[in-house]
């Protein structure tokens, strides 16, 4: 009996261990497909505002062009506000990028501590396993 409550709590809790590890590993997966959608749809989006801010400028620039009360220090005041608002979407996006690295590099630490936990739990579990074949056997 004593033998037959040991295996039926060894399943339960190798079975436990499967189901939480299953669960940890879908859970960084989703997190790896969540980040790798946020970059896409980020990098789509700052694309699409980038090139509407480029073509504004561009029509704004040709407008002015035109107009002959318009004086040449407003327009390079114009140039210079356009100049530090592309400068300032530069460094947006790479502070950004920044993050997303840091979030990976976040993710990678944590299935690498995982995995070595795991090997841990299966080393521990391999020791009580021989530790109980001789207690069984003695």
Request: proline share 1%; aromatic share 8%.
């Amino acid at each position: 009996m004593k033998l037959l409550n040991q295996v039926t709590h060894r399943y339960s809790k190798t079975n436990d261990y499967k189901r939480k590890r299953s669960s940890i590993m879908e859970t960084a997966r989703f997190a790896k497909q969540t980040l790798v959608f946020q970059k896409t749809l980020f990098e789509n989006t700052f694309n699409a505002m980038a090139m509407i801010q480029d073509q504004t400028e561009i029509i704004v620039s040709s407008y002015l062009d035109q107009l002959p009360w318009i004086s040449e220090d407003a327009k390079k005041s114009l140039q210079n506000s356009v100049d530090l608002a592309k400068k300032s979407r530069t460094e947006f996006k790479k502070a950004v990028e920044d993050g997303y690295r840091k979030f990976e590099e976040l993710l990678e630490e944590r299935a690498e501590r995982q995995g070595q936990e795991r090997e841990e739990r299966q080393g521990q579990e391999k020791a009580e396993r021989g530790r109980q074949k001789e207690e069984a056997k003695g």
